[in-house]
């Protein structure tokens, strides 16, 4: 009875030690979670798979979207849709542009030509098509 009752206390000691066993156990998921997101693939506004050919630049990310009409929905909130892309488990893409004057970053005509390039293809370090 004794090595049954102190089998019971060690397993439950070790269960707080792991942490819970539902939920994925806590915070520690959603740290990594966070580390392994994919890329963008669905449309924030509609769920439909994207068009990489449509876009709205925001708060320093590029949203793709599934039509014209859903880019006006995600300047007109996009807080509300960044948040869908990360809740889905999907990564915005870095925006290309500038988030202080809308210029591509780096260029002579941004207000900081002097952001950081990629030695290797010459496009700005963690933009969209650098090899990086």
Do not use: F
Not at 13 to 25: D, F, K, N, Y
Not at 35 to 51: H, R, Y
Request: aromatic content about 4%.
């Amino acid at each position: 009875m004794k090595t049954l009752l102190m089998g019971l206390l060690m397993l439950g000691s070790l269960s707080l030690v792991a942490g819970p066993a539902c939920c994925g156990g806590g915070a520690a998921k959603g740290a990594a979670s966070a580390k392994n997101a994919k890329p963008q693939t669905l449309c924030p506004v509609t769920g439909e798979k994207i068009d990489k050919s449509l876009y709205a630049d925001v708060k320093g990310y590029r949203v793709y979207v599934c039509c014209k009409g859903c880019i006006a929905k995600v300047k007109a909130d996009p807080d509300k849709y960044l948040a869908k892309i990360k809740a889905d488990g999907e990564t915005p893409a870095k925006s290309p542009l500038c988030p202080k004057c809308g210029e591509v970053k780096g260029s002579a005509k941004c207000c900081d030509p002097k952001a950081a390039k990629c030695p290797s293809c010459g496009k700005i370090k963690g933009s969209p098509g650098c090899c990086k």
